[in-house]
C-alpha cells in the first residue's frame, strides 16, 4: 500500500466512522478516535509503518526498533523509541520553533504523511478562532514536508462555515480537512 492509498482509507474513515461518546478534550479524541483509526488501517494493510505519539506508553517494540521498526509483528503504536527517532524526518523546524504532528507514516518508498488533529470548542461565548488558526498553520507547516497531510477537526458546535476557496487551497497542496462534529 502506497501513502497515497493509506491516505484514501484514513480520510475516509475519519469522515464516516462513528466518533465515541463523551470525548473528554483534545487528547481524548485522539486516542479514542484518530489513533485507533490510523492504527486499524495500519494493521490491515501491513505495509505503511504508522509512528503514534506515546502520551504515557513505555512499552517498546520487539524487537528493539532502534532506527528501523519491526515490520508490524513486534510493532508497537505508540513506542516512545519509535515516536523519538521519528523527529528528524518527520518533524518540521522553522522559524525557530519545532512542530510535530499528532501522527505520521511512512511507505516503503519513503513517503510521508501527517495526520493534525485538533478539537476545537466555543469556550466562554466565544469562537475558536486560535485554535482554528493553529490547526491551519499546522496543517500548512507539514505540507512544506509531507507527500500528505490530513487534518481532521472535531467541533462542538454550529461556530464554522465550510469555506470552498480555503478548501481548494489546501487540496491543491496534498492537504484534506475532514471536519466532523463531536458530542
Known amino acids: 500500500m502506497t501513502i497515497d492509498e493509506f491516505a484514501v482509507e484514513l480520510i475516509g474513515a475519519l469522515g464516516r466512522e462513528p ?3 463523551a470525548i473528554d478534550g483534545e487528547q481524548d479524541f485522539k486516542k479514542r478516535f484518530v489513533i485507533p483509526e490510523a492504527a486499524r488501517i495500519d494493521h490491515a494493510q501491513r505495509t505503511v509503518l504508522l ?11 520487539t524487537p528493539p526498533c532502534a532506527k528501523d521498526p519491526p515490520a508490524h509483528s513486534g510493532r508497537v503504536t505508540g513506542c516512545p523509541e519509535c515516536w523519538a527517532n521519528m523527529k528528524p524526518w518527520g518533524s518540521v523546524v522553522a522559524f525557530g520553533t519545532h512542530h510535530t504532528f499528532d501522527l505520521v507514516a511512512k511507505d516503503p518508498s519513503q513517503q510521508t504523511l501527517a495526520v493534525e488533529a485538533k478539537l476545537a470548542e466555543v469556550s466562554k461565548g466565544r ?7 493553529q490547526f491551519l498553520g ?3 507547516l507539514a505540507a512544506t514536508k509531507h507527500h500528505v497531510v490530513i487534518g481532521i477537526c472535531g467541533d462542538r458546535g454550529q461556530w ?3 469555506t470552498g476557496q480555503v478548501r481548494k487551497w489546501f487540496e491543491s497542496r496534498d492537504v484534506r480537512l475532514v ?4 458530542a
Open 179 to 182: 471536519f466532523r462534529r463531536v
Open 19 to 21: 466518533i465515541p461518546p
Open 160 to 162: 464554522y462555515e465550510d
Open 51 to 61: 509512528y503514534a505519539p506515546p502520551f504515557l506508553n513505555k512499552e517498546c517494540c
Open 138 to 140: 499546522q496543517c500548512s
Open 127 to 133: 469562537k475558536p478562532n486560535a485554535q482554528i488558526q
